[in-house]
């Protein structure tokens, strides 16, 4: 089956920005999609097809997706944008969306 | 506006059966393919099914196949999911979601999400 790495945590400071990773194998031929989800509630697409932000995203959160890493990208981070963050496919082998492991962002 | 309301968890036992609901409105429900995700204590999302517009396709994951099932009444506006043998590592909160684009399954993500509704499966 087909397998999303994300690294468990990032932590950044207010203002600085945050890159989370999803790795797969050749993701670049895929389209990414990434979620935010705060604590007890539920997910918000917040990227969807590698790069396009939903409707009242920020244009603080960017996506891009190469090769075997799709990045989404939050710049000047603010306490607000502390969450877990999951990336998500569409595995056509197996017609199954796989989510990635999840990132934890933490705002110093 | 756009709302999906999930219904039907609880407190249930090994081999047990429950059935969840999601009622949708706000939008052309007969037109968009729709999910079950769920997401275990402290643990990370983990897509269980879909179901396509028209109710014909139906995928479930690997983890559930052949003990649940997804379904979809269009005239209710509102999706199924049948758990049966449940595990207790089926415990969970059960989110329903939209997919994005009309009348395709998969590829395209989820734009629309309910709360969730809890299911425990415990003796």
């Known amino acids: 089956s087909y397998v999303l790495t994300q690294p468990p945590s990032v932590s950044v400071a207010p203002g600085q920005t945050a890159t989370i990773t999803c790795g797969g194998d050749y993701i670049g031929n895929k389209n990414v999609h990434w979620y935010q989800q705060k604590p007890g509630q539920a997910p918000v697409l917040v990227v969807y097809?590698?790069?396009d932000r939903s409707s009242g995203i920020p244009e603080r959160f960017s996506g891009s997706n190469s090769g075997n890493t799709a990045t989404l990208t939050i710049s000047s981070v603010e306490a607000g944008d502390e969450a877990d963050y999951y990336c998500?496919?569409?595995?056509?082998?197996?017609?199954?969306?796989?989510f990635g492991t999840g990132t934890s962002v933490t705002v110093l | 506006q756009v709302q999906l309301v999930e219904s039907g968890g609880g407190v249930v036992q090994p081999g047990g059966s429950l059935r969840l609901s999601c009622a949708a409105s706000?939008?052309?429900?007969?037109?968009?393919?729709m999910h079950w995700v769920r997401q275990a204590p402290g643990k990370g999302l983990e897509w269980v099914a879909a179901?396509?517009?028209?109710?014909?396709?139906?995928y479930h994951g690997d983890s559930v196949k052949g003990r649940f099932t997804i379904s979809r009444d269009s005239s209710k506006n509102t999706l199924y999911l049948q758990m049966n043998s449940l595990r207790p590592e089926d415990t969970a909160m059960y989110y329903c979601?939209?997919?994005?684009?009309?009348?395709?399954?998969?590829?395209?993500?989820?734009?629309?999400w309910g709360q969730g509704t809890t299911v425990t499966v415990s003796s």
């Open positions: 979601a939209k997919e994005r684009i009309r009348a395709v399954t998969g590829t395209y993500g989820m734009d629309v």
């Open positions: 097809d590698d790069r």
């Open positions: 706000g939008f052309t429900f007969s037109s968009y393919s």
């Open positions: 998500q496919v569409w595995d056509t082998s197996s017609d199954h969306y796989v």
């Open positions: 179901v396509s517009y028209d109710g014909i396709n139906k």
